[in-house]
Protein backbone atom coordinates (compact mmCIF):
# COMPACT_ATOMS: atom_id res chain seq x y z
CA UNK A 1 0.00 0.00 0.00
CA UNK A 2 1.27 3.24 -1.29
CA UNK A 3 1.46 5.81 1.62
CA UNK A 4 -0.76 8.90 1.23
CA UNK A 5 1.58 11.50 2.88
CA UNK A 6 4.57 11.05 1.26
CA UNK A 7 4.11 8.56 -1.45
CA UNK A 8 6.60 5.44 -0.45
CA UNK A 9 5.80 2.37 -1.92
CA UNK A 10 5.98 0.25 1.82
CA UNK A 11 3.90 0.43 4.22
CA UNK A 12 3.09 -1.85 6.89
CA UNK A 13 -0.33 -3.06 8.68
CA UNK A 14 0.26 -2.07 12.74
CA UNK A 15 -3.30 -3.51 13.33
CA UNK A 16 -6.14 -5.48 11.25
CA UNK A 17 -9.80 -5.84 12.99
CA UNK A 18 -13.11 -6.74 11.16
CA UNK A 19 -15.66 -4.10 11.00
CA UNK A 20 -19.38 -3.43 9.94
CA UNK A 21 -20.44 -6.61 11.18
CA UNK A 22 -17.37 -8.71 9.67
CA UNK A 23 -18.30 -7.53 6.16
CA UNK A 24 -15.33 -5.35 6.10
CA UNK A 25 -11.35 -5.51 7.31
CA UNK A 26 -9.73 -2.36 9.03
CA UNK A 27 -6.39 -2.04 8.45
CA UNK A 28 -3.88 0.26 10.37
CA UNK A 29 -0.74 1.07 8.42
CA UNK A 30 2.40 2.79 9.45
CA UNK A 31 4.97 4.25 6.93
CA UNK A 32 8.42 3.61 8.03
CA UNK A 33 9.35 6.27 5.26
CA UNK A 34 7.57 9.49 7.04
CA UNK A 35 6.26 7.72 10.50
CA UNK A 36 2.58 8.68 9.77
CA UNK A 37 0.18 6.83 10.14
CA UNK A 38 -3.22 6.04 8.16
CA UNK A 39 -6.35 3.74 8.32
CA UNK A 40 -7.85 1.07 5.34
CA UNK A 41 -10.84 -0.72 4.63
CA UNK A 42 -10.79 -3.89 3.09
CA UNK A 43 -14.47 -4.98 1.33
CA UNK A 44 -15.14 -7.51 -1.09
CA UNK A 45 -15.52 -6.24 -4.19
CA UNK A 46 -19.14 -7.18 -5.45
CA UNK A 47 -20.77 -7.33 -9.02
CA UNK A 48 -21.66 -4.19 -10.92
CA UNK A 49 -24.89 -3.68 -9.99
CA UNK A 50 -27.30 -1.32 -12.22
CA UNK A 51 -30.12 0.40 -11.21
CA UNK A 52 -33.65 0.88 -13.26
CA UNK A 53 -35.02 4.33 -12.56
CA UNK A 54 -38.67 5.21 -12.94
CA UNK A 55 -38.65 6.32 -16.78
CA UNK A 56 -36.40 2.84 -18.01
CA UNK A 57 -33.41 4.70 -17.72
CA UNK A 58 -30.04 2.39 -16.10
CA UNK A 59 -27.21 4.03 -13.83
CA UNK A 60 -24.78 2.30 -11.68
CA UNK A 61 -25.81 1.70 -8.01
CA UNK A 62 -24.96 4.81 -5.85
CA UNK A 63 -24.60 3.41 -1.84
CA UNK A 64 -24.66 7.45 -1.24
CA UNK A 65 -27.95 7.90 -2.56
CA UNK A 66 -29.85 5.80 -0.37
CA UNK A 67 -27.73 7.26 2.48
CA UNK A 68 -28.97 10.72 1.80
CA UNK A 69 -32.54 10.27 1.32
CA UNK A 70 -32.13 8.25 4.94
CA UNK A 71 -30.69 11.10 6.11
CA UNK A 72 -33.29 13.33 4.49
CA UNK A 73 -35.94 11.83 5.94
CA UNK A 74 -34.34 11.42 9.73
CA UNK A 75 -33.15 15.08 9.38
CA UNK A 76 -34.20 15.83 13.39
CA UNK A 77 -35.25 12.94 14.67
CA UNK A 78 -33.50 11.04 17.52
CA UNK A 79 -31.57 8.82 15.52
CA UNK A 80 -28.12 7.71 14.94
CA UNK A 81 -25.41 7.90 11.84
CA UNK A 82 -24.69 4.44 13.23
CA UNK A 83 -27.64 3.04 12.83
CA UNK A 84 -28.47 5.02 9.18
CA UNK A 85 -25.33 3.75 8.35
CA UNK A 86 -26.25 -0.27 9.77
CA UNK A 87 -29.91 0.52 7.81
CA UNK A 88 -28.09 1.17 4.79
CA UNK A 89 -25.47 -1.55 5.24
CA UNK A 90 -28.67 -4.29 5.80
CA UNK A 91 -30.27 -2.81 2.55
CA UNK A 92 -27.29 -2.94 0.62
CA UNK A 93 -26.56 -6.62 1.65
CA UNK A 94 -29.94 -7.40 0.65
CA UNK A 95 -29.56 -5.86 -2.82
CA UNK A 96 -26.30 -7.50 -3.68
CA UNK A 97 -27.23 -10.89 -2.11
CA UNK A 98 -29.93 -11.27 -4.52
CA UNK A 99 -27.40 -11.66 -6.99
CA UNK A 100 -29.25 -9.97 -9.67
CA UNK A 101 -27.73 -7.38 -11.95
CA UNK A 102 -30.50 -5.10 -12.36
CA UNK A 103 -32.81 -3.85 -9.73
CA UNK A 104 -35.47 -1.42 -10.22
CA UNK A 105 -35.66 1.40 -8.11
CA UNK A 106 -39.00 0.69 -6.62
CA UNK A 107 -37.14 -2.64 -5.25
CA UNK A 108 -35.08 -0.35 -3.23
CA UNK A 109 -37.37 2.42 -2.24
CA UNK A 110 -39.73 -0.15 -0.62
CA UNK A 111 -36.47 -1.69 1.47
CA UNK A 112 -36.08 1.24 2.38
CA UNK A 113 -39.46 2.49 3.60
CA UNK A 114 -39.54 -1.31 5.45
CA UNK A 115 -36.54 -0.15 7.72
CA UNK A 116 -37.97 3.27 8.13
CA UNK A 117 -41.12 1.69 9.36
CA UNK A 118 -39.25 -0.66 11.94
CA UNK A 119 -36.85 2.56 13.47
CA UNK A 120 -39.43 5.82 12.78
CA UNK A 121 -42.88 6.39 12.05
CA UNK A 122 -41.93 10.24 10.91
CA UNK A 123 -38.69 9.88 8.67
CA UNK A 124 -40.50 6.56 7.35
CA UNK A 125 -43.79 8.87 6.75
CA UNK A 126 -40.81 11.68 5.59
CA UNK A 127 -39.33 9.10 3.20
CA UNK A 128 -42.67 7.74 1.44
CA UNK A 129 -44.03 11.42 1.11
CA UNK A 130 -41.37 12.30 -1.44
CA UNK A 131 -40.72 8.36 -2.72
CA UNK A 132 -44.86 7.38 -3.51
CA UNK A 133 -44.87 11.52 -4.69
CA UNK A 134 -47.66 12.37 -2.58
CA UNK A 135 -49.61 14.59 -4.44
CA UNK A 136 -51.94 16.43 -1.85
CA UNK A 137 -53.32 16.22 2.28
CA UNK A 138 -55.20 13.30 1.49
CA UNK A 139 -52.69 11.17 -0.30
CA UNK A 140 -50.48 11.70 2.64
CA UNK A 141 -53.62 11.10 5.51
CA UNK A 142 -54.20 7.47 3.53
CA UNK A 143 -50.55 6.46 4.30
CA UNK A 144 -50.85 7.76 7.83
CA UNK A 145 -53.60 5.18 8.06
CA UNK A 146 -51.98 2.93 6.95
CA UNK A 147 -48.94 3.16 8.43
CA UNK A 148 -50.94 3.35 11.86
CA UNK A 149 -53.39 -0.05 11.04
CA UNK A 150 -50.12 -1.99 9.92
CA UNK A 151 -48.50 -1.08 13.26
CA UNK A 152 -51.89 -2.06 15.41
CA UNK A 153 -51.53 -5.60 13.62
CA UNK A 154 -48.21 -5.83 14.38
CA UNK A 155 -48.88 -4.97 18.18
CA UNK A 156 -51.56 -7.59 18.19
CA UNK A 157 -49.25 -10.04 16.19
CA UNK A 158 -47.08 -10.06 18.93
CA UNK A 159 -49.65 -10.14 21.83
Known amino acids: MKCPFCGADDTSVIDSRPVENNKAIRRRRSCPACGKRFTTYE ?17 PYDRSKIESGIIRACHKRPISASQISAIVDDIEAELFSRGEREISTQVIGELVMDKLRKLDPVAYVRFASVYREFKDVNTFMDEIRKFMENSQDDKDKKE
Open 43 to 59: RVETLPLIVIKKDKNRE
